[in-house]
């Protein structure tokens, strides 16, 4: 079979490569002169097997009026003439109930598990240069409370059969990152995951690109998907600004913006964005200030991931429209949370700031398979919203099993 993947991003191109290891000829569409252009290209770098815990949780109703109306709140809420983000808005705080998250978290776990099997298999097979390791994680936690909060979610998860996970106090996450040794002293203990993995996105990208290529993938970058031709319930053709691309499957990985591309069919696809920053510091002449282990400094809600050379960081969730542009301040922010948390890491001038849009559900689950009503020949693949890098292979192989079903 021919199939037409929309969105080179981490989705859409572990997605072909399922596919193309299926035995299917797979042509890949972006609009983007390259891949990684969207959410793929500067995220978080981590791959988070373990801390899977949707967005959506109980606990988001008691903290909801100091996230949003603090100046320093990581997440921001602005209101838009968008019913698209009324409705959004309305499901999602209709999730943050103490089942659909406990539903959500197992869901999100198996799939999880599952990615990590495919991914570390791919990895075995192909020799990709993409920095990916596996050096464990710290989640970081102020005050006992907040640590013995955390340790009942260990607790959970580990009956859920996640993967091993330790609680930790300050004396022991000094000892085992070093890095962390002044920062320390102001938190009262860790999670402390071992298991945990990181990998710089933008180069699984591009180098699954190339591969994919190199075995008769086609790519047709610069194209924009404008519309699609239907006859008796099947897309015969995309339309798009390069002409018609015709194909026997169409699998929908435009990331946030697959609502818009679904409207265009009529359908209904809660994703909206969520936006997020990150900045990339070159660790290359100071390498004892970065941390090795990926941290996650649940204060100030920023996540550090050392990818190579560099470190990562990565933080804010804003749900304010579309708008992609990049504000100074939240860039300033993160520039302030690395020097507090890594004080020798020097920040020079080029800290390469990044924005990217989340592409979210509700619930925190992706969408993967065909939708009802929808052409029977057209196949979402998206809203992975803070996990895509992680759930993106396991993502691939589900999908990939269900189109050998047809
Ligand atoms: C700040 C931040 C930190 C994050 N950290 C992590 C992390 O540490 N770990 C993790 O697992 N996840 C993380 N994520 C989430 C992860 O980056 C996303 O879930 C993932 O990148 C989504 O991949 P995607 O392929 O679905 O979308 P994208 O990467 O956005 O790709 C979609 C592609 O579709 C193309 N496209 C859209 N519309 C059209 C059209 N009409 N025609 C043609 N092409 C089109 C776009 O150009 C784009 O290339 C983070 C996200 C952000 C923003």
Redesign the pocket.
Known sequence: MHVCV???????LATAYSLQQAGHQVTV????AQA?????GG????L?YAYVQPLAEPGIWKQLPKLLLAADSPLKFRLQADPQQWSWGLQFLGACNATTSAASTQALLNLAAESRQVFEAMLARESLDCDHHTPGKLVLYPTQAALDSAARQVALQAQLGGPAQQVVDAAAVARLEPALGHYAPRMAGAIYTPSESAVD?RKLCEQLARLLAQRGARFCYF???EGYEVQGGTITALHSNQGRITADHFVL?????SAA?ARRLGLHVPVYPLK???ITVDAAHTPAAAPRISVTDTTRKV?FARIGERLRV?GMVEIVGRNQQIDASKIASLQQSTREVFPDLPLGAEVQPWT????ATPTGLPITGRKQGGPANLWLQ?G???????LAFGSAQRLAQQMEKV
């Open positions: 929309i969105g080179a991003g981490v989705v859409g569409v972006d609009r983007a990684a252009a969207g959410a793929s995220n978080g770098a981590q988070s996105c194209t924009t998907v990985a435009s990331g946030w913006e591309q997020g920053y990150s996540v990565a990217g849009m989340r592409p998206t992975h919203g803070a996990l895509g890098l992680t």
